[in-house]
């Protein structure tokens, strides 16, 4: 795109070359079928963050992709709370597991 703008690179005295491009990637259509009572019920949650249900449908399916390829550690990290014990074996390896 060729613009007068200051900080862009200057070819000649009236010419300068903007060099901010935007990247768009190709969308496809995807037919799927869900629960009739659903439908309504995704519209509404996706409106009420602003979104499409396409918009959802995506985030969706990138979230589960994301926790498939993610680790162990990482799809389980939080989700474990200590256990409370009071003999010797579990005040050793609390110390040496959570103590960290």
């Given amino acids: ?23 768009s990637k190709m969308k496809a259509k995807l037919t799927i079928t869900v629960d009739e009572e659903l439908i309504p019920k995704a519209k509404r949650h996706a409106r009420s963050r ?24 990482q799809r389980w990290r939080g989700r474990f709370r200590a256990a409370q014990g009071d003999d010797d074996r579990f005040a050793r390896l609390a110390k040496k597991y959570l103590d960290s």
């Avoid at 070819?11 to 935007?22: A, F, G, N, Q």
């Avoid at 602003?50 to 680790?71: F, K, N, P, T, Y």
């Fill in 1 to 23: 795109m060729l613009r007068n703008i200051e900080g862009a690179a200057r070819l000649d005295y009236y010419t300068y070359i903007d060099y901010e491009y935007t990247y």
């Fill in 50 to 73: 602003g979104q499409s249900l396409s918009q959802l449908v995506e985030d969706g399916l990138r979230q589960a992709i994301a926790e498939r390829d993610a680790g162990f550690a």
